[in-house]
């Protein structure tokens, strides 16, 4: 039994931050900042606008594009490095907001690599039989995690969220494969400096940029090799590569490395910034959006995240 996407949504929050606006209280600039990463805005959630919010409005939207009704969803599944409340799951709260009754539901969390690892996740309860019908939902209010003063971090990052209902089909289409790694030995590149068992609150979030630059390229890039080659497919075959949208020179380099079309490589990197997990169902709405997904195309997905986790998925839309 395969799973297959059959309804993508997402969400930005109305707020948008361009990047003249932050040289009001920043050393920096607009040149400077899409010079170095591609971004020329980011949405900013408000104060009293939650993951689960942002959550709803894409579940809403994925369950609508599928021609769903809520009550068809089996489970809830929410990836969210930001959730409402320390506990109980921000999934559960979504689960309440859609009037899903004792349908379950839980969040889990592997920050920029969270969609991969969503779409293992709900694969695997597709194909256990038990589950037919899945919603997974990567929101994500990064604003709420960055030092406004750290211009090396704060101007990377946006809100958002995005969602798919993934189904269980009979067909040939869906997810032919999905591979996903986490080496912890690299959890300082990339992390919060606080937590609730550590200090109580979040912290903000700490970047050694350098760093992660490198292991972005070469996760993604040989995560990418492994799939392809485990599915006896080549890069020609793939109709869009969507990375997550960290950085723009990450994103071509990662072209480059592979020898890939750039044309094929999708970008929103420059209007959503880095929205974590949510970026890469995001890019899978505007190209529904666009019309630009056809049956049968082969699409690859690739992420990394803090951890450092990372992973690839190839798709037979």
């Known amino acids: 039994m395969n799973s297959k996407i059959i309804g993508c949504g ?8 361009k990047n003249h606006e932050l040289e009001s209280f920043l050393d920096t ?3 400077w900042i ?3 990463t591609g971004i020329s805005q980011r949405h900013i959630a408000e104060k009293d606008e939650l993951a689960s919010h942002m959550a709803l409005e894409a579940a809403s939207g994925a369950i609508n594009d599928a021609g769903l009704e809520n009550s068809e969803i089996d489970i809830v599944i929410v990836c969210t490095t930001t959730p ?18 004792n349908v379950p539901a839980f969040d889990f969390q592997t920050v920029c690599s969270g969609f991969i690892y969503g779409l293992q996740i709900a694969d695997g309860l597709i194909s256990s039989g038990k589950y037919k019908t899945i919603l997974l939902v990567c929101a994500e209010k990064m604003s709420s995690l960055v030092d406004w003063q750290d211009r090396s971090t704060c101007i990377l ?24 790694y986490a080496n912890g ?18 912290g903000t979030i700490q970047m050694k940029g350098q760093t992660l630059f490198k292991h972005a390229v070469e996760k ?25 949208q960290a950085n723009s020179r990450i994103i071509d380099s990662v072209a480059q490395q592979l020898n890939f079309d750039k044309n094929k490589v999708v970008k929103t990197i420059n209007k959503h910034a880095n929205c974590s997990a949510a970026s890469i169902p995001l890019a899978l709405w505007e190209l529904k959006k666009m019309q630009a997904l056809k049956e049968n195309d082969l699409i690859l997905l690739t992420a990394i995240g803090a951890g450092l986790t990372w992973g690839s998925a190839l798709i037979h839309w």
């Not at 997402?10 to 931050?17: M, R, S, V």
């Not at 919060?192 to 068992?197: E, L, P």
Request: proline share 3%; net charge negative.
């Open 29 to 31: 600039s607009d040149e």
């Open 220 to 244: 993604m890039s040989s995560s990418i090799t492994e799939i392809i080659k485990a599915n006896h497919v080549s890069l020609d075959e793939v109709k869009y590569l969507i990375p997550h």
């Open 84 to 101: 409402d409340n320390s506990f109980p799951s921000t999934a559960t709260k979504l689960q309440a907001l859609l009037n899903l009754g």
């Open 157 to 180: 990052f946006g809100d958002g969220a995005g969602a798919i209902i993934l189904q269980a089909t009979s067909t040939n289409s869906g997810l032919i494969d999905s591979k996903i």
């Open 185 to 202: 030995s690299y959890y300082d590149i990339l992390h919060t400096n606080g937590g609730i068992g550590m200090t109580g609150s979040s």
């Open 10 to 17: 997402g969400y930005l929050p109305t707020k948008i931050l």
């Open 34 to 36: 899409k010079s170095r």
